[in-house]
């Protein structure tokens, strides 16, 4: 959706590195996701912002850090990157129950 | 807590066959179901939604219908192409202000010409 920008789209990092990834929306929700996806286990909540000041952790948010700097803008952070984090990146900005997701980010970790 | 099962992949048909893949849901409340379909290479999309019983979502020929007694939501279409192969999610959330999606773990079609 070209509405959902993520960047960079794909990233060779290393181990112990810390690596932000970037997600901004046109769309105007106030509410934005942040998960990974890894083959065989679907979707995984990391954290999750209800507005600029809401902030909360999903299911699997140790390791991660986020930072909402506007309505528009959502950021997740690795603060020191492990290969087991190697996985595709999704941001999901959301109106009422729908999710527009971004075309992702391919993280990998070596 | 709520969960959501779907049918292993992958599924494999050829075109224009007839396609159906099973979602199964345990939720509290009164859930809005949805299906989200993921191309190669890019995010989820929105394919269909129903937010009450005995509701039909449909799009691009895909229906699935909300069935309580059943606590299901089968996605079906009549004819498959061979550009729908993609992975399927299954989703729902539940009311009450509850704003966590839970999805099932995706199902890959793949449609051979």
């Known amino acids: 959706d070209a509405d959902v920008t993520q960047t960079p789209r794909n990233r060779i990092t290393k181990t112990g590195k810390r690596i932000m990834l970037e997600c901004s929306q046109t769309?105007?929700?106030?509410?934005m996701y942040w998960y990974r996806q890894d083959p065989g286990l679907g979707l995984r909540l990391i954290y999750y912002?209800?507005?600029?000041?809401?902030?909360n952790k999903g299911e699997i948010s140790d390791g991660y850090s986020v930072s909402r700097q506007a309505q528009a803008k959502f950021s997740l952070s690795l603060e020191s990157a492990i290969p087991n984090q190697t996985a595709l990146y999704f941001c999901?900005?959301?109106?009422?129950?729908?999710?527009?997701f971004g075309p992702g980010t391919r993280l990998t970790v070596t | 807590g709520n969960s959501v099962t779907q049918m292993e992949g992958p599924v494999t048909l050829s075109e224009e066959a007839f396609l159906t893949i099973n979602c199964t849901y345990t939720?509290?409340?009164?859930?809005?179901l949805f299906w989200y379909v993921q191309y190669p290479g890019e995010g989820l999309q929105l394919l269909l939604k129903a937010t009450k019983a005995d509701d039909k979502g449909s799009n691009k020929g895909f229906e699935a219908t909300y069935r309580k007694e059943t606590t299901s939501f089968h996605l079906e279409k009549g004819s498959v192409q061979v550009s729908d192969s993609a992975v399927y999610f299954c989703?729902?959330?539940?009311?009450?202000?509850?704003?966590?999606?839970?999805f099932g773990r995706g199902t890959s079609l793949i449609v051979h010409p």
């Open positions: 999901a900005p959301t109106a009422d129950y729908e999710q527009y």
């Open positions: 912002s209800f507005d600029v000041k809401d902030i």
């Open positions: 939720a509290t409340g009164y859930p809005s």
């Open positions: 769309k105007g929700h106030d509410r």
């Open positions: 989703a729902l959330t539940s009311g009450g202000g509850s704003y966590i999606p839970t």
